[in-house]
């Protein structure tokens, strides 16, 4: 009977103990949420600003990121909101994704204020490369101070509106890269 005893002890301890861990769960997944909806709300405010200065074009005028079940859906809008990955041109998913980016840079990293941009012309038509040129030059500039792009392309390369630091590679495995900063 002791030992019985002992036992049930044992158990209501346990289930206070479990009861006491479904509370803090459920106070750790409210805060989970909260914390999501603060981040996309700040996350959807930059994408609100941003997506006028990227996008070249005015189809789409605004974009956002929800969170569902299966994760996130990344949407724009034009007569309603539309999933990006179903409407949308690879030029399209580029500027998204370039958005997206810095935002995310303005919202983890506000006071840094800089952002590396690594080949953002891929998928863009000439008119977006303008777009983004006039964005990199002009616009982007009033939002972070600090922008760094690395490209091939030659129509980024030579507008003139930056300092270029050009690094050539000899094909020779025995030679080493040229510096040229203008």
């Known amino acids: 009977m002791e030992k019985l005893e002992l036992k049930k002890s044992t158990l209501n301890s346990l289930l206070d103990e479990i009861d006491l861990l479904k509370s803090f769960e459920k106070v750790l997944i409210a805060t989970q949420i909260q914390l999501r909806d603060y981040i996309l709300l700040k996350l959807n405010n930059a994408l609100s600003m941003l997506w006028p200065v ?27 909101w539309k999933e990006v990955d179903v409407f949308s041109s690879g030029g399209e998913k580029a500027c998204v994704a370039l958005s997206l980016r810095v935002a995310l840079a303005l919202l983890l990293t506000p006071s840094l204020s800089w952002i590396v941009l690594d080949e953002p012309t891929h998928n863009l038509d000439e008119n977006a490369v303008s777009k983004l040129a006039d964005a990199l030059n002009t616009k982007l500039p009033t939002i972070i101070k600090q922008i760094l792009v690395i490209t091939h392309d030659e129509r980024l390369v030579n507008l003139g509106y930056c300092q270029l630091i050009k690094i050539e590679r000899d094909k020779n495995p025995n030679s080493f890269s040229t510096v040229f900063i203008n």
């Open 54 to 80: 990227l996008y070249p074009y005015s189809d789409w005028s605004n974009l956002r990121i929800l969170s569902s079940e299966k994760g996130y859906v990344i949407e724009f809008y034009q007569n309603g």
